[in-house]
């Protein structure tokens, strides 16, 4: 969410300036997709999965530990995805900032 902020900030700059393109509206509009639709998709399951274990957890403390370790597996599954994510926004914030010191 962070990295989206700071793009964010860029692409105003860049209007700012009237340096801003259709690169420039073309990847925030990947990074708010990024934020605002991908990650949420991606991690909707593990955090569905930590509401059942924290109601479970308080409720029938010997479940909490089944769940916590189907939580931890579905957290290495989808990491990979997460991290080139995250990359693919490091990679859009990179550009901007380029654009930024043209």
Known sequence: MIAHEAIFDMSRELHARG?????????????AQIVTKMLPNMTATARRMAERWSERDLLE??????????????????SPEIQQMLTRQRQIARRLRGLLEE
Do not use: V, W
């Not at 340096?19 to 990074?31: D, I, Q, V």
């Open 19 to 31: 340096a801003a393109g259709t690169e420039t509206e073309g990847l925030l509009k990947e990074s």
């Open 61 to 78: 403390p010997s479940t909490g530990a089944a769940i916590l370790s189907e939580i931890e597996a579905e957290m290495e599954r989808i």
